[in-house]
């Protein structure tokens, strides 16, 4: 997944902070970027804007691709919204109806409707043939600054607010049909696309809501230092992303909301999105800088066949010169390569040598190369960090290893300490993944199992002490005595 395999990220000065990232769903797959008084339209691969949108007489906001692509709306901070076709420049609609900021902005899922949050506590649906309001909703009591649409049904959508609510609207009833208490100025909500699920994000807190049981609280997630801004689904919908001020993104199984990883910036985080197929993650900063890392390609180039080139004789005696009789020829020594692993502890990626040494193919023909590289990795104190941070897949190939392979003498001591290592890491986590949990009671066997034959060893070797130290005592001493025609003879003296 996303997570693993980023290049170094490529950064862009915007004008202003970016307070809002949105791919379009349509290839080329291009982003619009919201800073300022400007709409930038970048290429997945591009560093300078491809197309950019300043009809704007504020700041605007929260521009939004619709789902074919060909459409992009807009909120600004005179309480317009404006509609751009991709294709050209000059608004195709204006709505004016809000007297305040124009925080969020969102297509329904007919394509034909827009509905917009706005700073004057009101929420508003637009006809986008007619350009003209359809709806005013006056529920909440404070700032609307976020929402979203639901994919599957144009009447339903939702929207976050100051005063602390989450609300889903439904245009057929002219109300509210939902409402849930979030506990802190919400700043970002995220249905799922099943409908079914929705998250909310304000204050610190990141909350999952069951729509289908009437707003009942899933899990509430504390992973941020400060405000939690922006939220984020993957693809495939296993990964949850959040953004926040204390300059972190936080990423979350959507199994479990366990957070699997994390990643670093520079500034606090205002806005965040991901490419299709999670190829690509673009993070804007309050600073003004928009981060882009791609995802490396896992294809591996095909290498050319490199063409030999002629020897240093062939340019001295030519190419048809033959060896004379006194002629002595001297073979230059081949050059001896270093092992991939080697290189990878040469370049100190510890966890890549690991990985290498831990593929079947060297476990099973040359599991002694597996020891020296555990035990190379221990002698440099790094073990316990090459072990980490290991999904189920990854363990389950060490934990192979070891079982294997412990009861070996030659490799005991080593493995041994290995496996404690991984105890240790791993313990909190023991009951998450039963293959997991398989291998560690199969390790858990096996160590007991060991632990018994070297208890049974250390009996046998007492008793076998106790029998040589009794014959050392029986076993006779031998003196020299002088005879008396002159020789000496041995004599044995009983103890």
């Excluded at 849930?180 to 807190?205: D, I, K, T, W």
């Excluded at 806005?271 to 993070?283: F, G, K, P, R």
């Excluded at 023909?365 to 290991?390: C, D, H, Q």
């Excluded at 096996?446 to 070297?454: G, N, R, W």
Aim: aromatic share 8%; charged share 25%.
């Amino acid at each position: 997944m996303l997570l693993f395999f980023i290049k170094t990220p490529v950064q862009i000065k915007e004008f202003g902070a970016v307070s809002k990232v949105d791919f379009s769903p349509q290839p080329p797959y291009n982003y619009a970027v919201t800073a300022s008084s400007r709409i930038h339209i970048y290429g997945r691969y591009s560093q300078e804007p491809i197309k950019t949108f300043s009809r704007f007489k504020d700041t605007a906001y929260c521009a939004t691709f619709r789902q074919d692509g060909r459409l992009l709306v807009a909120g600004s901070e005179d309480g317009g919204v404006q509609l751009f076709d991709i294709s050209g420049r000059a608004p195709l609609r204006q709505f004016e109806g809000h007297t305040k900021a124009v925080h969020t902005v969102d297509f329904t899922a007919d394509k034909y409707h827009v509905v917009s949050g706005a700073d004057d506590y009101t929420v508003k649906l637009w006809d986008i043939p007619n350009s003209k309001e359809i709806l005013t909703f006056k529920e909440h009591s404070d700032y609307v600054r976020c929402g979203c649409a639901s994919k599957l049904n144009p009447d339903l959508f939702i929207t976050g607010s100051y005063d602390h609510t989450v609300k889903m609207f439904d245009a057929r009833t002219n109300t509210s049909v939902l409402s849930v208490e979030h506990g802190q100025p919400v700043e970002s909500v995220l249905l799922f696309p099943s409908g079914g699920l929705l998250v909310s994000a304000g204050g610190r807190y990141v909350k999952v809501w069951d729509m289908l049981k009437g707003g009942q609280l899933l899990v509430s997630l504390k992973n941020h230092h400060k405000t939690v801004t922006c939220l984020c689904l993957s693809s495939s919908g296993q990964r949850l992303l959040s953004g926040s001020l204390d300059r972190k993104v936080k990423v979350y199984s959507t199994t479990s909301y366990k957070v699997v990883h994390s990643f670093d910036y520079a500034a606090s985080i205002l806005s965040l999105a991901l490419a299709h197929e999670d190829e690509t993650i673009v993070v804007g900063m309050t600073n003004g800088i928009l981060s882009v890392k791609h995802r490396k390609s896992e294809a591996k180039k095909e290498s050319l066949p490199r063409r030999r080139r002629p020897a240093y004789r062939t340019f001295i005696k030519g190419k048809n010169y033959m060896k004379q009789r006194d002629d002595i020829l001297i073979n230059r020594p081949a050059k001896k390569h270093l092992e991939l692993y080697d290189r990878d502890l040469k370049h100190f990626r510890i966890s890549k040598a690991l990985d290498r040494v831990l593929d079947p193919t060297c476990t099973i023909k040359t599991p002694e190369i597996t020891v020296s590289i555990i035990k190379e990795l221990n002698r440099r104190g790094v073990l316990a960090n090459a072990l980490a941070g290991r999904d189920e897949k990854e363990i389950s190939h060490v934990l192979n290893f070891l079982i294997r392979h412990l009861s070996q003498p030659r490799f005991a001591p080593v493995l041994i300490n290995a496996a404690e290592i991984i105890i240790d890491i791993y313990l909190p986590v023991i009951g998450q993944s039963p293959v997991v949990d398989k291998k560690f009671l199969l390790l858990q066997g096996l160590v007991e199992k060991e632990i018994d034959y070297q208890r049974e060893l250390l009996q046998t070797l007492g008793m076998m002490d106790m029998l040589f130290a009794t014959m050392r005592r029986k076993e006779g001493t031998s003196v020299l005595e002088h005879t008396s025609d002159g020789f000496p003879e041995n004599k044995k003296i009983e103890s």
